[in-house]
C-alpha cells in the first residue's frame, strides 16, 4: 500500500520558518519525481516544488522561488520543504504527491496546515 505521510506543519509569525517533511513508503521513492501542492482556504491547488527522483534537477512556482528550497534522502524515502522568509499568503495545507506535476492519478498524502500568522 502507497503511503505518503507529510508533518512538521506549524503556526508561524511571518518571516519565520519551517521545514515540512513527507515520509513515503509501498512504492520505490528514489524512482519517482515527487513534488510539493498546497491548497489554501478557498482556493483551488497550487503546485510549489518539484524535484526529481535522483535528486538533482529541482523547479518552483514563481510565488516560492528563493524561499522554498525542496530536496529529497532517497535512503530514507522522505521528501522535504524548506520554507524560509514565510509571508501570511504561504498559508495552506500542503501535500506531498508523486510526479512532477500531479494530477489524480498520482499518489498524495494527507496534508499538514501550514498557517502563517502574527
Known amino acids: 500500500e502507497v503511503q505518503l505521510v507529510e508533518s512538521g506543519g506549524d503556526l508561524v509569525q511571518p518571516g519565520g520558518s519551517l521545514r515540512l517533511s513527507c515520509a513515503a513508503s509501498?512504492?520505490?521513492?528514489?524512482?519517482?519525481?515527487m513534488s510539493w501542492v498546497r491548497q489554501a482556504p478557498g482556493k483551488g491547488p497550487e503546485w510549489v516544488s518539484a524535484?526529481?527522483?535522483?535528486?538533482?534537477?529541482?523547479s518552483y512556482a514563481d510565488s516560492v522561488k528563493g524561499r522554498f528550497t525542496i530536496s529529497r534522502d532517497n535512503p530514507k524515502n522522505t521528501l522535504y520543504l524548506q520554507m524560509n522568509s514565510l509571508k501570511p499568503e504561504d498559508t495552506a495545507v500542503y501535500y506531498c504527491a508523486t510526479g512532477s506535476a500531479p494530477t489524480m492519478e498520482d499518489y498524495w498524502g494527507q496534508g499538514t496546515q501550514v498557517t502563517v500568522s502574527s
Open positions: 509501498g512504492f520505490t521513492f528514489g524512482s519517482r519525481d
Open positions: 524535484i526529481n527522483s535522483g535528486g538533482g534537477s529541482t
